[in-house]
């Protein structure tokens, strides 16, 4: 009991001396704090949670994690405690320590929310929020980044000094060089780009390499930090272009680029310049350095100007023959000859005030004297010609008492001659024929270079007699000419013309005209005479014979001539152009065309050829849409069109038409001849080929029906049938010759068994109903196909029955059933709507399917022409193995077939009677009165064709439903009422 007071006294005491503790109470991450407790004195400290903070035995608090823990002084009976927190300390700044003045920084701390800054703001201040430092002077600085719990962290940060400003230019030209300083020792001078300048690194001397802008940037070395500038390099202008000399009192213009530049001379008493021209004065002579400098950059560029003395005339007659020589001199010392046509003259010295010139061959050259390239004098030097008599030119024959003139290729000479035999004009040339023999006859020539003279020998003919001989004769055909002096030669005017032999006087014409004939002795002792060629044709062109009616062009290279035939009742010939003859087949046989022109003909025999007879002929082939075609009459035949011709160019071939095609076939035969003969297949027939989707039966015998269809007023008539044929091995039907409408066409296997698993009557494609068939429009002259592919219903086998009966006749006003006998009808899966089998009603209208598995079924009778309402799903089932009674109303009126449950007394209250609609024919609303029934009612209207276009559900309660039909088109269309087992159908009629 004692020791329980005690404890109670010792927890009273530690209650009230929890606030002696003393001391910050918060510490951040690896930092401390102190605590103490004064009473009583010897205690020891303690922390709840060590891996949030630690305290040793001094007080001393050291923050570990975030955290709290409670730190406790204790010395028995006596405790304290105190809760302290430790707060995150940030991470560590991240930035550079050392900085220049004038570069920023941006201080970052991957612990977000601080606030930064700086201990010494006037050496460098930074963003509260964005740690962006700027130092402002030589320094150091405390970069701190503070959370707002009061834990921070920092970073020293030193504030170096960047070089004093740099001296010296700012820019030097390309070659050029200057120095740059810097009042800040310790730094390296570097280039920013050495292709436009280089720079001593502790020189400082700026070389100039291309025109351009750099950076020059001097860095100290100890801190790195730097002061740069843009250094310009400035183009030297370009070369000095003009001449590089100018005499003594002359001018020569000088000029470099870009303009704008001064030009100056070193030495303006040898050679001055216009300092904005160019233009140097040559004053004396010497040489002299002309400069050309940019004002806006001080670059320039020079050369060396010479200044000579002018030399003066040249001395001494410029005139000299070949091989001899003469001496010319010049007044000024010192210059240089040269001979500007060397082939013409040369010079003997080449330096010195006198020279020789030695005439090589006639014509004139330039003699130059030159003290500079730009000071020369000239004289043009003569070499005259050596004399020449040249060639003496024209004929060398002449006829007694007839002329000749003969002539020099070198003018100005004299002409003579020492013989009798003719005479000669001295100053003409003429020479005259005195008497027959030969005479020399001499041309002599004189100049200041001496005399020559040349020789020519001249024979004296006599004259030839008149020509003889004809005067005409046709191209192609030859005459003789003669002439009473022997030894002559003959030619022709025109070769193109007539040819004659020359030495045989035989003339041959070649093509009409003129020609002129020459019997010459010499070529000045000459008989003329003029003949006449008519234009002979050349041998005819083209074919040799032709087909009667047919045309052939005949030519004549000659124009201008006649054509006529030799028979023209077997062919004759007409004129084309100016030489092409068209000759035209009149009978078989032979006749010569002739070509005249003027007397000369030409001939060709013509043969007329007959022409075939052609006969053309088809017949189609025993089954299938092919047709065999024969042609006889020819050697060849052409069949067009070629296409679905099986052989184009037999005799007999083969067609598959599938519209009506005109063949045409052309025969030619052994001579070349054609004739055609023509044939019409393929017309007005619908046809097609039938295809099993089942095992092909073994004897495919099947009978198909053509049936008319008028979708107008879905009106269907059968008006034709045929059993099919085999073409190749696949079932054919054709029906040919039918007028233009709209038709389906259905097969029925003969060796089908109703009731069993078989092929079923199936209508064109694939259809078991005439109203889902495809419909084939045929006009008048087309062959339409329309395939079928025989429908195959396999029956499940098993103990079920269904029966009923089809009935027409019985309604309102009847007394009883009319049996339907013969109507086909199908047993559907009621699951996918898949014909199984069929069925037709025997002479009591009644048909039933036996032997079928349990399951569901719709019955579906169908007719051509009748719109089929199927059963309602009949279930046959263990308990209930056979469905009867599932009977079928057909209405020959409304042409519709509809379930139908028959009670002996008429339809009174089940499918027809109590049902009225009005109007009708409707536009837009249409009534409908069912007085008769009561309850649940689905109303539709179908089209012709069965697809449902309006439904709806309404309460029958003896007064009349109205429906709107104002968006059907104007035409025909089925109302149908369904009651319970009641089912009515109406026809009803759409107009506006």
């Known amino acids: 009991m004692r020791y329980c007071l005690l404890l109670v006294f010792a927890l009273l005491f530690t209650t009230i001396a929890n606030g002696q503790i003393t001391g910050t109470a918060t510490v951040c991450t690896g930092a401390t704090t102190a605590l103490s407790c004064s009473t009583p004195p010897g205690g020891t400290w303690s922390s709840s949670d060590t891996t949030v903070a630690r305290i040793n035995s001094s007080g001393i608090v050291t923050g570990i994690n975030a955290g709290t823990a409670t730190i406790t002084y204790q010395l028995m009976p006596t405790v304290h405690t105190r809760i302290v927190t430790v707060n995150l300390a940030p991470a560590p700044i ?21 606030t930064w800054s700086s201990s010494e703001p006037a050496v460098a201040t930074v963003s509260a929020t964005t740690g962006y430092a700027n130092p402002l002077m030589p320094g150091t600085t405390a970069i701190q980044y503070t959370l707002s719990s009061g834990c921070s962290t920092s970073t020293a940060v030193t504030v170096n000094a960047i070089p004093d400003t740099m001296l010296g230019p700012s820019s030097v030209c390309v070659g050029g060089s200057v120095t740059l300083t810097s009042a800040t020792p310790g730094g390296t001078w570097i280039s920013g780009s050495t292709g436009v300048a280089t720079i001593g690194s502790t020189s400082g001397m700026v070389a100039g390499i291309a025109p351009g802008t750099t950076p020059i940037t001097y860095r100290l070395v100890t801190t790195g930090c730097y002061r740069a500038r843009y250094f310009v390099v400035n183009a030297l202008p370009s070369a000095i272009s003009g001449p590089t000399g100018v005499c003594v009192g002359s001018f020569a213009t000088l000029s470099a680029t870009p303009s704008g530049g001064v030009w100056t001379s070193s030495n303006p008493a040898v050679g001055s310049i216009h300092s904005s021209t160019g233009v140097v004065t040559g004053n004396t002579a010497g040489t002299v350095n002309i400069s050309y400098t940019l004002p806006s950059t001080g670059c320039a560029t020079g050369r060396v100007q010479t200044v000579s003395v002018m030399p003066g005339a040249i001395l001494g007659t410029p005139v000299v023959c070949p091989g001899a020589t003469i001496t010319l001199a010049n007044s000024v010392g010192g210059g240089s ?77 004299t002409w003579s001659t020492p013989s009798s035999a003719v005479t000669v004009g001295s100053a003409t040339g003429v020479v005259t024929g005195v008497s027959t023999g030969t005479a020399n006859i001499t041309y002599i020539a004189t100049n200041s270079c001496g005399t020559t003279f040349t020789v020519a020998p001249i024979t004296v003919s006599a004259l030839p007699g008149a020509i003889t001989g004809p005067a005409t004769l046709c191209a192609g055909t030859t005459v003789t000419l003669t002439n009473g002096v022997p030894g002559g030669t003959w030619s022709t005017s025109s070769v193109a013309l007539a040819t004659i032999g020359m030495s045989s006087g035989v003339l041959t014409g070649v093509s009409g005209g003129t020609v002129g004939v020459t019997y010459a002795i010499a070529p000045s002792c000459q008989a003329t005479t003029v003949v006449t060629v008519s234009p002979a044709p050349s041998p005819i062109s083209g074919p040799d014979s032709v087909c009667v009616g047919s045309l052939a062009p005949l030519s004549d290279t000659a124009s201008g001539g006649v054509w006529t035939s030799s028979a023209p009742s077997v062919a004759t010939v007409g004129v084309i152009g100016v030489s092409t003859g068209m000759v035209s087949g009149i009978a078989a046989g032979t006749a010569i065309i002739t070509y005249a022109i003027g007397g000369c003909n030409a001939y060709k025999i013509m043969v007329v050829n007959a022409l075939p007879v052609i006969t053309a002929s088809s017949a189609p082939d025993a089954c299938g849409t092919g047709f065999s075609l024969g042609a006889t009459g020819g050697v060849s035949y052409s069949w067009a069109p070629t296409t679905g011709v099986a052989c184009p160019t037999c005799a007999g071939t083969s067609v598959a038409p599938i519209v009506s095609t005109t063949y045409t076939v052309t025969g030619t035969n052994a001579s070349g001849c054609s004739a055609t003969d023509t044939v019409v297949l393929g017309a007005d027939r619908v046809y097609g080929h039938i295809s099993f989707s089942g095992p092909t039966p073994a004897v495919p015998d099947l009978l198909v029906w053509l049936v008319r269809y008028n979708p107008a007023d879905s009106t269907i008539t ?69 395939n079928i592919t025989m429908k195959f219903g396999t029956v499940p086998a098993g103990p079920g029955f269904i029966g009923g009966n089809v009935y027409s006749g019985a309604g309102k006003g009847t007394a009883g059933t009319i049996p339907e006998r013969g109507m086909l009808i199908y047993l559907k899966d009621a699951a996918t709507g898949v014909v199984l089998t069929y069925a037709y009603t025997n002479a009591d209208g009644a048909y039933s399917f036996t032997g079928i598995a349990l399951g569901s079924y719709i019955i579906y009778p169908e007719e051509t022409g009748y719109y089929t309402t199927p059963s309602a799903v009949v279930t046959l089932s263990a308990a209930s193995a056979s469905a009867i009674g599932i009977s079928f109303k057909k209405n020959t009126t409304l042409h519709t077939i509809y379930p139908f449950t028959f009670t002996g007394i008429g339809q009174a209250n089940t499918t027809q009677d109590g049902v009225s609609i009005y109007p009708n024919p409707a536009s837009g609303m249409v009534n409908i009165d069912c007085a008769a029934l009561r309850g649940d009612a689905q109303l539709s209207i179908a089209d012709v064709t069965g697809h449902t276009l ?41 107009a506006r």
Do not use: E
């Not at 004038?102 to 929310?113: E, L, N, V």
């Not at 006829?399 to 020099?408: G, I, R």
């Not at 389906?744 to 009557?761: E, H, I, R, Y």
């Open 718 to 786: 059968a008006v034709d049938s045929l059993a099919t044929c085999l073409d190749g091995s696949t079932p054919y039907f054709q029906f040919s010759g039918k007028p233009a409408g709209n038709y389906l066409v259905k097969a029925k296997l003969f060796s089908s068994v109703p009731g069993t698993s078989d092929f079923m009557p199936t209508y064109g494609d694939s259809a078991t109903s005439w109203t889902t068939a495809a419909t084939v429009v045929h006009t008048t002259g087309a062959s339409n196909a329309r």
């Open 94 to 114: 991240t930035g550079s320590a050392s900085l220049c003045v004038g570069t920023s920084i941006t201080y970052t701390c991957a612990t977000t929310g601080g």
């Open 337 to 413: 000859w040269a001979s500007g046509t060397t082939s013409v003259a040369t010079v003997g010295v080449t330096s010195g005030p006198t020279t020789s010139v030695l005439g090589m061959s006639a014509g004139t050259a330039i003699i130059s004297y030159y003290t500079s390239p730009a000071c020369v004098a000239t004289v043009v030097a003569t070499v005259s010609p050596a004399p020449s008599a040249g060639t003496i030119l024209g004929g060398s024959t002449v006829c007694v008492s007839t002329s000749v003139t003969l002539s020099s290729t070198v003018s100005g000479g």
């Open 950 to 990: 309006i439904t709806t559900s309404r309460q029958l309660d003896g007064t009349a439903l109205q429906m709107d039909v104002s968006t059907l088109a104007n035409g025909i269309y089925i109302l149908n009422v369904t009651s319970g087992s009641a089912h009515i159908s109406r026809k009803l009629v759409i």
